[in-house]
């Protein structure tokens, strides 16, 4: 199966004679239309359209379920792949009416194993492909335009898995997202979430600096953040922090630092300081997320009074703090919540989804 680019079509198909104009056009069809109607493709020779046709092959993913939040409007599909793993995809509302963001898994499970997510428990099944990312988007766009709800306006790499432990598939997949014949969306409203893969960090910033760049901080006590991200024993928290700053300089764009509250672990005043001692003044904005009930885990959500306390900790000390909304909770897509009730071939398919709706505070 491709990601296809209209400059990847005309590299398959070089030796047809095929030209890139018609490339564009064959890709802008595939991608926004479907394989199946290329003969109502226009100003592409018939024998470039039937090769085409020949020799690419267009996955999809089946919808195995689609579930409607009755309490926002957020929507979670679970998508089965063609070896039987299953992941989920989050449709996300903006603000602004007729605007989505699509929240995409970039891997079936994680490595990561971070102690307060689900998907953490799963332990990584694969890679998604790239095509498999593009496909997650475009039954969205799909959707939305039959219903003619909207449009996708962003994708967020939220979902399943760790998307720079997968960075060559997820530069593929952000190709096509923004080319103009692909999805059309504008790479700056496209946002990767990591744990701080530092390498991967300095490569995004090289290979696809109009992306933006999350961190999930939770916590900036080493100890402690080791526990919670093991991910803090390869890469510790100042490292990423000031790969987060190359990003910063050389891309000219806010970094967001997402935190993840988990009630009287990581809400202390303690921690505000060493928060606001590792940003130093640094103008990223810190994104607070209440950690959301996972079965089994022995996390619970910050009270109000905690909450509120830490918010007022983090604004005294001079770190720029916004409240996130999560979504979902009654289909079980919102942060940290959840476990699919869908099987994977040999594990319990487990996730997280997440947010999106910002109030600053
Ligand atoms: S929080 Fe992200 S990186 Fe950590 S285990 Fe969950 S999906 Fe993986």
Request: net charge positive.
């Amino acid at each position: 199966m491709q990601a296809l680019t209209p400059e990847r079509l005309h590299e398959i198909m070089a030796d047809t004679g095929a030209t890139l104009d018609e490339c564009r056009r064959l890709v802008a069809q595939i991608t926004q239309r479907g394989r199946d109607v290329l003969s109502g493709v226009r100003n592409v020779r018939a024998g470039v359209r039937d090769e085409t046709a020949r020799r690419v092959a267009v996955g999809a993913l089946k919808v195995l379920t689609r579930q409607a939040s009755a309490e926002d409007p957020f929507v979670k599909f679970a998508l089965e792949c063609h070896d039987g793993a299953v992941i989920e995809t989050v449709r996300i509302p903006l603000e602004k009416p007729g605007r989505f963001v699509v929240c995409v898994s970039s891997q079936v499970g994680c490595a990561m194993g971070c102690a307060f997510c689900a998907t953490g428990e799963m332990g990584l099944s694969r890679n998604l492909e790239a095509w498999e990312i593009i496909e997650q988007i475009r039954i969205v766009a799909r959707e939305l335009a039959a219903t003619k709800a909207g449009r996708v306006h962003g994708v967020v790499f939220q979902g399943m898995g760790e998307p720079l432990h997968n960075l060559d598939n997820v530069l593929t997949a952000l190709e096509v997202i923004r080319d103009p014949c692909g999805l059309a969306i504008d790479a700056r409203n496209v946002t990767l979430c990591t744990v701080g893969l530092v390498p991967g960090i300095d490569r995004l910033t090289a290979l696809a600096p109009r992306a933006r760049l999350a961190i999930s901080v939770t916590s900036a006590r080493a100890a402690l953040r080791r526990r919670l991200v093991p991910m803090e024993g390869h890469h510790p928290i100042a490292e990423v922090i000031a790969a987060a700053k190359r990003y910063h300089s050389q891309t000219g764009r806010l970094v967001m630092l997402a935190y993840a509250m988990l009630g009287g672990v990581n809400t202390d005043d303690e921690e505000a300081e060493a928060l606001a001692r590792l940003l130093d003044g640094w103008p990223a904005r810190l994104s607070l997320i209440e950690w959301n009930p996972v079965p089994g885990q022995p996390w619970r959500r910050p009270t109000d009074d905690e909450r509120q306390r830490f918010h007022d900790a983090l604004g005294r000390l001079g770190v720029p703090v916004v409240r996130r909304y999560s979504g979902g909770k009654d289909i079980g897509a919102a942060c940290g919540q959840l476990a699919s009730e869908t099987r994977q071939p040999e594990r319990s398919a487990r996730r997280r989804a997440s947010w999106m709706l910002e109030e600053t505070e």
